[in-house]
């Protein structure tokens, strides 16, 4: 055998592997694997007024063909809050974040019942922590239970970075509030999975979904480090394709909320866990079950 033709056959294995490698890494570098259920894309949009009235800083608020802009200044920020509250359901928003210098700047979507309880709320939260223009954004989601966000700062924070640049364009992100389980959704993909262990660690009182930008330059930004400079301003969020299907508070006691899993499956499915699993895995930066700084007892449920 020619010792050319003998060098190739032995180099195959190896450039098999270097293929195989090559299309795992293109696998990762595209995102996720699927999902392989895009349930978001069954429920239909509902325009801004249909849905939400302004809360907050409506001088910060622009509505243009069915796009709201949002913004903070060093005058104000802005928020905006749902018509109804809800006991269950979906809810989303398609949201482009700002580039740039964003330090000390929040963009929400979240579920709350502050207003109705005071001092004594319950709230599920996505928010956007600003950053500085070397440092990806991260995505901070949370939970609070009867309280835990007021005197008693209870948070069950894990956080993200995103396998994409959130300030290209806009991207779905998602709470499902099940009586069984709240899931965390960006792009249909799941990314947290909070389950009910007991009522004592779960929020089961009405809420509304609201949006806002706000200054948090105490905390939101690598804890505090970097404030919101007003030579930036203004600090933009940008949100569209608003989704709300559930369970008002009005709804009838036989109300169920939107499945988000293939027929046949109660929680997520397999394709699903695994899909989760993988943005845990790569992109995960904090977890509150795994931080040894926390009192444990107060958290039960990890």
């Known amino acids: 055998m020619p010792s050319s033709l003998s060098s190739f056959l032995h180099m195959v ?6 293929v195989l490698s090559c299309v795992i890494c293109s696998s990762s570098a595209q995102g996720p694997p699927s999902p392989g259920y895009y349930p ?3 429920i239909s949009p509902v325009s801004f007024y249909q849905g939400f009235t302004n809360l907050w800083g409506p001088r910060h608020q622009r509505l243009d063909q069915g796009s709201l802009t949002i913004w903070l200044d060093s005058n104000s920020g802005s928020g905006f809050k749902s018509l109804h509250s809800y006991r269950s359901g979906y809810f989303g928003a398609a949201i482009k974040l700002q580039p740039g210098y964003t330090a000390g700047v929040i963009t929400s979507l979240y579920l709350s019942n502050n207003q109705d309880h005071p001092g004594n709320h319950d709230e599920i939260d996505i928010e956007f922590l600003g950053t500085t223009p070397d440092k990806p954004y991260v995505l901070q989601t ?3 239970i009867r309280g835990s966000g007021d005197g008693n700062i209870i948070g069950r924070e894990m956080k993200f970075h995103l396998w994409f640049d959130p300030t290209q364009d806009f991207h779905n ?6 009586p069984s389980e709240i899931i965390f959704f960006v792009d249909d993909v799941p990314i947290r999975r909070y389950p009910r262990k007991s009522e004592a660690t779960y929020p089961s009182r009405s809420m509304y979904v609201y949006g806002s930008i706000w200054d948090a330059s105490s905390w939101a930004t690598e804890d505090g480090k970097y404030k919101a400079n007003y030579n930036y301003q203004p600090f933009v969020g940008r949100y569209k394709n608003f989704k709300l299907q559930g369970c008002t508070s009005e709804s009838s006691a036989s109300c169920k909320p939107p499945s988000f899993s293939p027929s046949g499956f109660g929680s997520l ?5 695994r899909a989760m699993q993988w943005v845990q895995n790569n992109y ?3 977890n509150y079950c795994h931080d040894p700084r ?3 007892t107060l958290i039960p449920e990890c």
């Open 13 to 18: 294995p190896i450039l098999s592997l270097l």
């Open 40 to 42: 978001s894309s069954k």
């Open 142 to 144: 949370n939970v609070y």
């Open 173 to 178: 992100y998602g709470i499902l509030w099940k």
């Open 269 to 273: 499915s397999p394709q699903q866990f």
């Open 284 to 286: 995960m930066v904090y």
């Open 294 to 296: 926390r009192d444990h």
